[in-house]
């Protein structure tokens, strides 16, 4: 082939393949920025991923999503400190284990308090009447997980030592299985288990969180993230508090669309939603000392390995 042709040649592949590239243009992620978040099988942003809305909000701006499940706070924390994600959400008791792990996030906003959507369950026909006769048993709960401080708070106030109950750290789905086998005594659980253990097992609630813990939910972000990105992060939190908005507003609706994700019936889960609160707000002097109250309990029962500041990592409004 002489030189010539050589150039016409290439002209005609360079031409074909801008059209195939105009036709079938690269995704979002391959060009642009990607927000990596974490999610739990519950809560306001597997609705928001549900809707697909966030992606809608963020492609004009040259912005994509990615979405990965965790079963639980604690292995989302692992996971933002790893840098495997961005922007996650957590019950109040995984950010003090990650803070005293030294990980490297801020929090974000946080939903209002919501008391009644953990609980201590015991089986219906169970001898056990109040937290003082967990003395000696076995109770399964998630290490490191929102519960984990109720047990705590429930345990002090009725007298009984952390030391006098045998905890069994589990997560949820191991949890219901030895809660259903008669394998352990109690479970320390959070929404929707919580309300699939009541109706399926007719599970009773020895005592939830009402007067004894506010069962914050807080939105989290590596800190490299949030400082690089800080509009991202504001972008995420009005989708978010969107979300919220139209939940509360049409909670048998958004029952329903959560079933359909995640299994649960929608009867069930719209008894989850009505123990829920809802409007995302930034940290306040009351959150962030009711954070420090879990993070000093913990540490004086040597469950974390050092004291922490939790005001140090919360990112203030405007930055």
């Given at each position: 082939?002489?030189?010539?042709r050589?150039i016409?040649c290439?002209?005609?592949?360079?031409?074909a393949?801008?059209?195939?590239l105009?036709?079938?243009?690269?995704?979002?992620?391959?060009?642009?920025?990607?927000i990596?978040?974490?999610?739990?099988?519950y809560?306001?942003?597997?609705l928001?991923?549900?809707?697909?809305?966030l992606?809608k909000?963020?492609?004009?701006?040259?912005?994509?999503?990615e979405w990965?499940?965790?079963?639980?706070?604690?292995?989302?924390l692992?996971a933002?400190?790893?840098?495997?994600?961005?922007?996650?959400?957590a019950?109040e008791?995984?950010?003090?284990?990650?803070?005293?792990?030294?990980?490297?996030?801020?929090?974000?906003?946080h939903?209002?308090?919501?008391?009644?959507?953990e609980a201590?369950l015991?089986?219906?026909?169970?001898?056990i009447?109040t937290?003082?006769?967990?003395?000696?048993k076995?109770v399964?709960l998630?290490?490191?997980s929102?519960?984990?401080?109720?047990?705590?708070?429930?345990l002090?106030?009725a007298g009984v030592?952390?030391?006098?109950i045998?905890?069994?750290f589990?997560a949820?789905?191991?949890?219901r299985?030895a809660?259903e086998r008669?394998?352990v005594?109690?479970?320390?659980?959070w929404d929707?288990y919580?309300?699939?253990?009541?109706?399926a097992?007719?599970?009773?609630?020895?005592a939830?969180?009402?007067g004894?813990?506010?069962?914050?939910?807080f939105?989290?972000a590596?800190?490299a993230f949030?400082?690089?990105?800080?509009?991202a992060?504001d972008?995420?939190?009005?989708a978010v508090?969107?979300?919220?908005?139209?939940?509360?507003?049409?909670?048998a609706?958004?029952?329903?669309?959560l079933s359909?994700g995640?299994?649960?019936?929608?009867?069930?889960?719209?008894?989850?939603l009505g123990?829920?609160?809802?409007?995302v707000?930034?940290?306040?002097a009351?959150?962030?000392?009711?954070q420090?109250a879990?993070?000093d309990?913990?540490f004086?029962?040597?469950?974390?390995?050092k004291?922490?500041?939790?005001s140090?990592i919360v990112?203030?409004?405007?930055?």
């Amino acid at each position: 082939m002489n030189k010539s042709r050589r150039i016409v040649c290439g002209a005609s592949l360079a031409g074909a393949l801008a059209v195939l590239l105009h036709a079938f243009p690269q995704p979002a992620s391959a060009a642009d920025h990607v927000i990596r978040i974490g999610y739990q099988k519950y809560g306001n942003f597997i609705l928001l991923k549900s809707t697909g809305a966030l992606e809608k909000k963020l492609a004009p701006l040259g912005y994509g999503v990615e979405w990965t499940e965790f079963p639980s706070g604690p292995p989302l924390l692992e996971a933002l400190n790893a840098g495997a994600i961005d922007f996650g959400q957590a019950g109040e008791t995984p950010p003090i284990f990650a803070q005293a792990a030294a990980a490297d996030f801020v929090y974000i906003a946080h939903e209002p308090p919501a008391p009644k959507g953990e609980a201590i369950l015991v089986p219906k026909d169970s001898p056990i009447k109040t937290i003082a006769d967990l003395k000696g048993k076995k109770v399964a709960l998630n290490k490191g997980s929102n519960v984990h401080y109720l047990l705590v708070k429930l345990l002090e106030q009725a007298g009984v030592s952390y030391a006098d109950i045998q905890p069994v750290f589990l997560a949820p789905a191991d949890a219901r299985a030895a809660f259903e086998r008669g394998l352990v005594d109690a479970w320390v659980i959070w929404d929707p288990y919580q309300a699939a253990a009541e109706a399926a097992l007719a599970a009773r609630t020895l005592a939830n969180g009402t007067g004894i813990v506010p069962n914050n939910q807080f939105y989290l972000a590596r800190k490299a993230f949030a400082d690089a990105s800080p509009q991202a992060v504001d972008w995420v939190l009005d989708a978010v508090a969107e979300t919220d908005r139209w939940a509360e507003a049409n909670t048998a609706t958004a029952a329903a669309k959560l079933s359909a994700g995640i299994g649960i019936p929608a009867p069930v889960l719209e008894v989850a939603l009505g123990r829920q609160t809802y409007g995302v707000r930034p940290l306040d002097a009351e959150t962030v000392a009711a954070q420090q109250a879990i993070a000093d309990t913990f540490f004086s029962l040597g469950l974390v390995p050092k004291h922490v500041e939790v005001s140090a990592i919360v990112r203030r409004t405007g930055s």
